[in-house]
């Protein structure tokens, strides 16, 4: 079965070495295998809300995270747990946020995808979509006027690219030539509307080139090793001055919106075809087995991968639940009087 | 007698109504086939067709500004908010082409917007919050909140037919759990009248939207003699309605979800200082969620949301005077 | 002095007869003369507030109003007085709002272009840049849901054009395929800005096809001819089916933004060119007389325009102040108990 | 000691921050060589240059999000709105990332938006108005509106040098008319602070604004001794300086140039309902502007915004109880 799945081109992962590549494959397994605990613990009733999983497109945020630099800044959504992994953040605070601990990112205020870690440089996700997106363009205004070489990103799908938000900042980005990086994730659907009813034309690079001006480039959100490639290029030009750029990620929503929703709307043979043979994971390994890389190593990477995120669970499950009396604490930075 | 859900009488209101009137179509996102975040919509695509169940791309304040412009040329929209917190990115088109355009030319923009709102469903900051309180107030809007299977159809009937933008915001907490007898198809809720929901001589509880079910659960139990007057309307306010029950029972305990500076109690309490004032033998209370955004986890937002312990207590407090 | 203006081409006029372009004349002057008397009644105090005028605009509201049948619908922003004398709004009623009558359009409740006559399909102008852009969408979706072969028709700026409820409009409008026609008005200033500080690249037709999959044509601005034919072409497009379009009209701002600016920050070589050399109305006026135009016949139009708005304004002045007690009237379309 | 108007008071104010601290820069639409539509940033360009004065298209949802995302990385940004009017089209921004960030992750975001707004200068419905009650009541945010050349000076310094995102409404009817002693650059103005502007025994005006001029008025010409507390800081509001007065004077009346309904004054006479009751002799009054959008037409607008007289009627009821 793992088998059937093509095999990252072996150019672009010649790119590489060893090292590289088996940061993105843990990065991806950690993503893959966080989620698939929090479903299970979601089904067992032990998580409340919902669940958004990023099934398919763990390339894209690995990627991502792994081509910023440390005082880079990020505000990633909710289908890039790996870009959050990438900057240091811990399954436990992962799963911390989940299970609403008091010692989770929000304390338990807010749940599933929507934190951050300010010492990592990761912004708190918040729903309205677009909103990021002005934000970061303010975050990278910010290193320009101080001449600092740091760049900010974020990331948007084929739905929230409708969102005012996004001209509002992909406009001001370009006209204000700042260091950011815009990663757009184009997986097919925005809940249950496909691409083609959410935009007339469906190239998101097209338009953002066509619309705004700035450059952008498509790839293979399925294929680590090249967004990996495009999106650290991306970075660097922005960090070399070049104002800010994008990168359309291609790939698909493999799970239903969130975890109430089965997806039965969605292209079954499109589905069935990246889930059986573009598997970002399953691409990786039988690129790595390709290139002569050791069962023995790669099993070692799933299980030590699989061990951390044990780890993290049980660590976040040790945390107690937040204390009704302290949530009016941090309403105010500077409290009055 | 048929029995039905708060769900399905919103989406019975919608069915009679485009049934009714060509001029009313939905508009919003996923509420064609998929039938809307809640399936409240479901099913109204194979009857009305993609012309008059129409899905946009994710743009509020776009398709609540093309609702009102398909008002102006004489159709009569329902725009549908996957959840009312998302009523933030529409909020410039409400109040500047909605609440103004009546009074600065003529044009009657008749649009409900349908905003699913209210917490206990661990729907955390941006799925869970009672935004009503941003609208009540602004000369041109009115704001509904139904708190009962009947008004939640009679309500959304009225809005339809009204000539005025309607903010109708539809509790996702009451969804499911609220059950009553199916409102028949003649069903009117009047915009702009509360309802005594039970009467009494004790004390006023002051209650809408979710906050009705707690109200009547509390005068329920109470040893008081507690009168419910549930707003419905929440803007503009039903002035006589809550004044003449002030007068019977010169005592009041204002209800909200919202937290304590959002929602409509200030609006109820300022009128209530001026006015009522006299009509009182003791300070009115207010019991609502704490001034912070919804919270996440199960134990916060349990202690958040009002409870009829606290309620209780507020009364004793009135009463004890 | 009139005859230093570059002639319209002779090819475009040769299109239409005589009475077409005389029409345009007529909206243009009626236009300019009726802005000329409103700057004149500022100066004297007479109207409160702020003036914005269209001068070296006229062309395109006049063209665009024309371009629109009997029962389409428009919502004209503040340069474009002559597209609502097209529809058949009167010098009086214009008058009558900048003077803040009770007989005027909005009865006193608003002020200078902020001012819309239903019967005559025109929608009172919000200052909020970009939320006619949708509204006009909405009235287009309306129009194709009925199968009524109406169109309807909006403007904005350079300036406008950066607001995000621009991108949400022009994407609604593309995706659902309504018949609406966006007029764009690229006439080199926002407030202060110029254009090339509003946007990377200062094509607005490349930018809406680019970006959002809209046709767009540019045309010159000054020319009220070519700007007739090509908004005219676009409007039968849209009534025809093919969905929404776009016209960019370059003309020049010569006024300041308003009445207290002076826009001693514009290229004055640039403004003396359009003031000088590209007056619309003088443009007209010399194609007119070179295709042989009766001198006589065009004092007379310039005349008749005068005395048009002359009365227009004798009339709006013979109208009573609002009176106050009326204040509350209509806040409700739907008064309550 | 030189003279400084309320206008001149807030350049200062900003000219002395930027000199004092390298993280503030300010950010908005011909806030450059302009100097923005009132001059109120004229010449910082020249001083500070085009890296801390930036102009932006026209996007205030875009440049007040990039507000917040510079003060993430530890700027402290001043957003300026051109009319208070167009902050409905950042209220997303506002209500969403800056109000709740700091609760939910504790990432502080310094930003000040600046806000012309008010009337009386015959702007019509979309350039006079008053929109710091779309603001007062929600948590995380804190509302200012300086109604002294001082505290115009320093209330700005003290937004700026808070960690909260702070909306600072700036009078443009007090601009050019308000005068009064140059600011030292040491000026702070306290948030959630109010402030005694008159002491006085019969009756309390609780004003904010423009209003605390028409309150200083009307208690010079009135017989009865008038106290004037100028709130200030309109969210949160000083409840102890509210109820504290009222104890010593036992009526109120409370001033608000916004509509009604709209406005702080609901919050401050909910406040007072519930916990000055007993403190009252007579029940609370309000002046404000009826609910309507701000006409255009002199003789409307006049008659809209609240007036001495009105102010006096309102007194003269007060004590006549
Ligand atoms: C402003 C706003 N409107 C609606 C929603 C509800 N919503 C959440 S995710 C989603 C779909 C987003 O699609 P896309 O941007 O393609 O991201 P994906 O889910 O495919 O990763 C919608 C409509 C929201 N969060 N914010
Ligand atoms: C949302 C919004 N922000 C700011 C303003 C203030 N404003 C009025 S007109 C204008 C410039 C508009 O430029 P453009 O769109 O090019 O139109 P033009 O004045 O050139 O006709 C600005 C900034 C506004 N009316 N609305
Ligand atoms: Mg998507
Ligand atoms: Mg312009």
Redesign the pocket.
């Known amino acids: 079965m793992a088998t059937e799945h093509e095999a990252i081109p072996a150019e672009d992962s010649a790119l590489y070495g060893h090292e590289l590549r088996l940061e993105l494959l843990r990065l991806m397994l950690l993503h893959r295998l966080t989620e698939e605990r929090v479903m299970a613990l979601y089904r067992q009733g032990r998580i409340s809300g919902s669940v958004?999983t990023?099934r398919g497109?763990e390339a894209v945020g690995a990627a991502a995270g792994l081509a910023l630099g440390p005082d880079d800044v990020v505000a990633p959504?909710?289908?890039e747990l790996g870009c959050h992994y990438a900057r240091g953040v811990t399954p436990a605070q992962a799963f911390g946020n989940f299970l609403a601990k008091a010692n989770g990112p929000t304390r338990g205020r807010d749940g599933n995808m929507h934190f951050g870690v300010p010492a990592r440089g990761v912004f708190p996700l918040v729903?309205?979509?677009?909103?990021l997106c002005p934000l970061v363009v303010g975050a990278a205004l910010a290193f320009k006027r101080r001449r600092e070489p740091r760049v900010s990103m974020t990331f948007?799908?084929?739905?929230?690219?409708s969102?005012g938000d996004v001209h509002e900042g992909l406009n001001l980005a370009a006209v204000l030539h700042v260091p950011v990086v815009f990663v757009l994730?184009?997986?097919?659907?925005?809940?249950s509307?496909p691409?083609a009813r959410?935009m007339l034309n469906p190239s998101m690079a097209e338009r953002v080139t066509g619309g705004w001006g700035i450059p952008a480039e498509t790839i293979d959100g399925t294929d680590a090793i090249s967004s990996y490639t495009a999106i650290r290029a991306a970075v660097e030009r922005a960090r070399a001055g070049e104002g800010p750029q994008a990168v359309e990620c291609i790939s698909m929503?493999i799970d239903g919106?969130?975890a109430h929703d089965d997806g039965k709307y969605m292209d079954q043979d499109r589905r069935r075809e990246y889930l059986e043979r573009r598997d970002p994971i399953e691409r990786l390994l039988a690129r790595l087995r390709l290139d002569g890389a050791d069962d023995d190593d790669l099993a070692a990477a799933q299980s030590s991968a699989l061990a951390e995120v044990n780890a993290g669970l049980a660590e976040a499950e040790s945390w107690p639940a937040p204390d009704p009396a302290t949530l009016a604490d941090g309403v105010y930075a500077s409290p009055l009087g | 007698m048929a029995e039905s859900t708060y769900l399905e009488a919103i989406r019975a209101g919608m069915v009679d109504a485009m049934r009714d009137d060509q001029r009313v179509f939905l508009i919003g996102?996923?509420v064609g086939h998929f039938g809307g975040?809640f399936g409240v919509s479901k099913g109204l695509i194979d009857e009305f067709g993609a012309e008059r169940v129409i899905d946009t791309p994710?743009a509020?304040e776009g398709f609540i500004g093309a609702a009102f412009g398909a008002a102006w040329v004489g159709d009569r929209p329902i725009a549908e908010?996957?959840?009312a917190d998302?009523i933030s990115?529409a909020f410039d088109s409400i109040v500047t082409i909605g609440a103004k355009t009546h009074w600065r030319s003529g044009i009657a923009l008749p649009v409900v917007i349908r905003a699913p709102y209210g917490g206990g469903v661990r729907g955390g900051p941006?799925h869970s919050s009672c935004p009503e309180g941003f609208f009540a107030g602004t000369a041109g809007l009115k704001v509904v909140c139904p708190g009962t299977v009947e008004d939640a159809y009679g309500l959304l009937r009225s809005a339809i037919e009204d000539d005025d933008p309607v903010i109708y915001f539809e509790h996702k907490g009451l969804y499911r759990r609220l059950r009553g007898e199916q409102p028949s198809p003649e069903t009117r809720t009047p915009i702009g009248r509360a309802h005594i929901a039970r009467s009494g001589s004790d004390v006023t509880l002051i209650a809408y939207g979710a906050m009705v079910e707690l109200a009547l659960r509390v005068a329920d139990q109470s040893t008081a003699s507690c009168e419910v007057l549930d707003l419905r309307t929440v803007w503009p306010l039903d002035r006589e309605a809550i004044l003449s029950s002030l007068a019977r029972t010169s005592r009041v305990c204002v209800l909200q979800e919202a937290s304590e500076s959002l929602g409509v109690a200030g609006h109820v309490l300022s009128l209530i200082a001026r006015e009522g004032f006299e009509l009182l033998d003791a300070a009115p209370v207010l019991v609502a969620a704490p001034d912070t955004p919804v919270p996440f986890a199960p134990e916060l937002e349990d202690f958040y949301i009002p409870s009829v312990e606290r309620v209780e207590a507020e009364i004793a407090g009135l009463l004890g005077y």
Chains 1, 3 share one sequence.
């Open positions: 958004y990023g497109q959504l909710n289908r729903s309205m979509l677009g909103d948007w799908g084929d739905g929230a690219m969102v994730q184009s997986n097919g659907y925005a809940y509307t691409t959410q929503r919106h969130a | 996102e996923d975040p994710i509020e908010l996957q959840f998302f990115c941006f």
